[in-house]
């Protein structure tokens, strides 16, 4: 079975510093890897997604992640953090051999401080 | 992009009575839609699979009678909840796959229907 960790509840940062959000995942096979944000009320926005080749993926809004199979990790981040960037943290895997099924981690909220 | 158009957005309503929730692809056909729960500062269960033309996928414990799924159309899947209860209460989300996309691609969301049983 697949499953996704995120360890941090929520993560401070102030504006202007790096942000980094963890994430570690557990499949059988290859995973497809997924970051979403969701704001207050609203459902989830894709920011990127690993499927092969770089393991450093760039997305939306200047974030990027970084695939690291030995450690089964796949870690967001972002250079220079927002205000605008607080908000609720999901990754997600989904392996090939498991049709659509998307495996949410239990979300990181993240609070950038002006 | 492609939009997911979730309604509606915000119900309130008594004790014992159904609630259904539409979940619209705009822009793009959708073969199979998802629906999810979430509670509050948790993460997203997903509840079903749904599939157009044929009957819905159940994850294990999710009652196929309390949460009917209908997805008559490559556009349109409903959730109904039925003969709702307090404990019903929670954020729903749907989210969609473009039945063009191959298996890798993200699922578009929904902005969710918050849902309120008194």
């Known amino acids: 079975a697949q499953s996704v960790a995120q360890p941090e509840d929520q993560v401070n940062v102030a504006e202007g510093n790096p942000l980094t959000v963890k994430c570690t995942y557990s499949?059988?096979?290859?995973?497809?890897l997924f970051w979403y944000v969701q704001y207050p009320n609203r459902g989830l926005q894709f920011l990127l997604k690993?499927?092969?080749?770089?393991?450093l993926v760039k997305g939306s809004y200047g974030f990027e992640a970084e695939f690291n199979k030995s450690q089964t990790s796949f870690h967001l981040k972002k250079p220079s953090a927002l205000v605008s960037d607080s908000a609720l943290y999901f990754c997600?895997?989904?392996?090939?051999?498991?049709?659509?099924?998307?495996?949410f981690g239990g979300g990181t909220r993240v609070l950038v401080k002006p | 992009g492609a939009v997911v158009s979730q309604h509606p957005s915000w119900v309130i309503c008594k004790s014992g009575t159904s609630v259904k929730i539409e979940c619209r692809s705009l822009?793009?056909?959708?073969?199979?839609m998802f629906w999810y729960r979430q509670f509050p500062k948790q993460s997203l269960m997903l509840m079903a699979t749904?599939?157009?033309?044929?009957?819905?996928?159940?994850e294990q414990g999710v009652e196929k009678d309390k949460f009917l799924i209908n997805h008559a159309s490559l556009t349109l899947s409903t959730l109904t909840v039925t003969s709702a209860h307090p404990e019903d209460s929670s954020f729903y989300i749907c989210?969609?796959?473009?039945?063009?996309?191959?298996?890798?691609?993200?699922?578009?969301f929904g902005d969710g229907t918050r849902l309120s049983i008194l």
């Open positions: 690993y499927i092969t080749g770089d393991n």
């Open positions: 997600a895997v989904r392996e090939r051999a498991a049709g659509n099924k998307l495996t």
């Open positions: 989210s969609a796959r473009d039945s063009r996309d191959s298996s890798n691609q993200p699922q578009h």
């Open positions: 822009d793009f056909q959708a073969t199979t």
């Open positions: 499949v059988s096979g290859n995973p497809y």
């Open positions: 749904s599939n157009e033309g044929s009957k819905a996928t159940y």
